[in-house]
């Protein structure tokens, strides 16, 4: 019972470090937006069609912006790719 506790407890922490490190790549990317203040960010694991065996942790990442001309959420899948910068795609602007 022990040993069932530890690897949920691992499971839980690898899944919030690949939650965290996409979190930080979306937030970098759109800080190079001109005068653009990061409003929100919000991560959810993305739909089970864009897993893989191999990589089950796909997260979407959105991040609220603003700055005094605009208002928009970018919004990225993001793949964590262990021990490397996680793979980040833009798939929208709204």
């Not at 022990?2 to 690897?7: H, M, Q, T, V, Y």
């Not at 990061?38 to 979407?60: C, E, F, H, Y």
């Amino acid at each position: 019972m022990l040993s069932l506790g530890l690897s949920l407890c691992t499971a839980t922490s690898a899944q919030e470090i690949s939650e965290g490190h996409c979190s930080e790549a979306a937030a970098s990317r759109v800080r190079t937006v001109p005068s653009a203040v990061i409003k929100g960010l919000r991560s959810k694991q993305a739909d089970p069609s864009m897993t893989s065996p191999n990589n089950p942790l796909v997260w979407r990442i959105e991040v609220d912006i603003a700055s005094s001309s605009l208002n928009m959420t970018y919004v990225f899948i993001c793949t964590p790719n262990p021990g490397h910068e996680p793979d980040l795609d833009l798939i929208g602007i709204h």
